[in-house]
């Protein structure tokens, strides 16, 4: 039909067992009839018609309509590669690939990280080109999925052009999220005013994330697995103290979300990480989400002592592995913690200062990954101490809006920082090795690319290693983990389908 406006911001997301589900995500210009994805094998052809279920929101500061559309695809083959086709009645299809995970239980893969992303177009506020270096960056690296973790259009720095902040940006992470999917989670920047109730209303609608068996909040916080590794993305606007959302028009005052679940989400946090360590199927835990409890920028958020006292009790209980954020926009890796120590700030304690092998066995490891492409800069460090410890902030309270943390520690936790401090740029890319032999050690690389940053002459210029280690422990399949027998099922722990146990 003549005008009817085709599929645009394709991008894919896990289903809620990423072997044999995945969903196909899409926006129109307009509402379309019958939106459907056609999927097949290569060989076979796309020959099997799945319909997508229509969703739309109302920017409440332009009052412009987003049209989305969402296939969820089940009934696939592990570890297989499919072609399929977007489309709708009166518009030519749109085709792309995917390769759904490997089948439950322990399994070699690559994902990357990063966040703070922007639209890749500098027209708009806080973005940068490089966003559009960083995407292709991705695809060069050739990951199974990406984690994006947080701050992804900033739409809400646009105030005037919401919608078409989110749409450049779709349409910019579309040139890798078409082909495997990437897993956001919320920022501050998530947070917009005409938003909704919790300013969530455009991140809502444009992603269809796996379930998380909540009525009122789905989607905005999530697991999923991926051979032995649980990966678990978390509302750090819920969690956090600090006060850095969107202003609120009509109240001039900042859209505070912190504690909107009433603790449901870290009861469901502490369900989830008790099965995971309770079980033989899983060896890894990866939380990411946008907030962090550690950092040493000069010019940081400050570590967040709301995230302090609710989300790393619960990190050290259930020997959380790595934990990715974003917000500073710069590259930190802290050694790894577990426990306080002295001070009164619940600064966390180290466990260990290897800085090549580390047993996360002992101490979680957390990462600030938040160059991913933001015309914004935080990667500025003060000077170290006659020890070579850098002073670092701390945000103990709800302040004023975008108010300076107010008390200060010394960062012995810090391990490594990228010192480029106009381009903090990169990409961590993470093998997994699930090793060999029950109870045996199972390890993942860790691998961080610095990049210069992409010009009209070189738009995409080659990431570079800066930093590389190796986190490992043993693997939960071990002798006499438990007694449930040689044929007994184990589950995975985020999706729930049946997972085979490991022979003992």
Request: glycine share 12%; aromatic share 8%; net charge negative.
């Amino acid at each position: 039909m003549a005008g009817t406006p085709g599929p645009e911001q394709i991008h894919l997301q896990w289903g809620d067992e990423p072997s044999r589900e995945m969903t196909v995500s899409w926006a129109t210009a307009a509402s379309v009839n019958r939106p459907r994805v056609r999927i097949g094998t290569p060989r076979e052809g796309a020959g099997r018609t799945v319909h997508a279920r229509s969703r739309s929101y109302v920017d409440g500061l332009n009052k412009v309509e987003t049209f989305t559309h969402h296939a969820r695809l089940d009934g696939l083959r592990p570890d297989t590669t499919y072609v399929y086709e977007v489309l709708h009645d009166g518009a030519q299809p749109v085709r792309g690939t995917f390769r759904t995970a490997p089948a439950p239980g322990r399994a070699a893969f690559r994902f990357t990280s990063f966040g703070d992303l922007g639209t890749g177009d500098n027209v708009f506020s806080k973005s940068s080109i490089h966003g559009a270096a960083a995407v292709r960056q991705v695809e060069g690296f050739d990951p199974l999925f990406h984690l994006l973790n947080g701050d992804l259009a900033y739409a809400n720095n646009n105030p005037q052009r919401q919608p078409q902040a989110w749409n450049a940006f779709m349409n910019n992470m579309a040139g890798s999220a078409a082909r495997r999917p990437w897993m956001p989670t919320p920022g501050n920047h998530e947070v917009e005013a005409g938003g909704g109730e919790l300013g969530y209303a455009s991140y809502l609608t444009r992603f269809e994330l796996p379930d998380n068996g909540t009525r009122d909040h789905c989607g905005t916080w999530y697991g999923f697995q991926i051979g032995s590794v649980l990966f678990v993305s978390l509302d750090g606007n819920e969690i956090a103290v600090e006060d850095d959302a969107s202003i609120d028009p009509a109240t001039g005052q900042s859209i505070y979300i912190s504690g909107y679940s009433d603790g449901a989400q870290l009861r469901w946090l502490d369900r989830l990480l008790s099965r995971a360590r309770g079980g033989s199927s899983v060896d890894w835990i990866v939380v990411y989400l946008h907030q962090f409890a550690m950092s040493s920028s000069a010019q940081s958020h400050g570590g967040d002592m709301g995230i302090r006292e609710k989300l790393l009790p619960l990190l050290d209980r259930h020997c959380v592995d790595l934990v990715l954020a974003g917000h500073d926009h710069d590259y930190e890796r802290t050694h790894p913690v577990r426990g306080t120590a002295p001070g009164g700030l619940l600064t966390p304690a180290v466990a260990d200062d290897d800085l090549r092998q580390i047993d996360t066995s002992q101490g979680t490891v957390h990462l600030i990954l938040g160059g991913g492409g933001t015309a914004g800069h935080d990667d500025v460090y003060l000077p170290a101490d006659a020890d070579g410890v850098r002073e670092a902030t701390v945000r103990t309270q709800r302040l004023t809006y975008k108010a300076d943390p107010d008390a200060k520690e010394k960062a012995h936790w810090s391990a490594v920082t990228d010192p480029d401090t106009r381009y903090p740029y990169g990409v961590a890319v993470f093998d997994v090795d699930p090793g060999t032999v029950p109870g045996g050690r199972t390890a993942i690389t860790v691998s961080y690319y610095h990049s210069v940053p992409a010009t009209a002459a070189a738009p995409l210029p080659t990431p570079v290693l800066y930093d590389r280690f190796t986190l490992y422990r043993d693997r939960s399949d071990g002798w006499g983990d438990d007694d449930q027998g040689e044929d007994s099922q184990d589950r995975s722990v985020a999706g729930g389908a049946p997972v085979a146990a490991a022979r003992r």
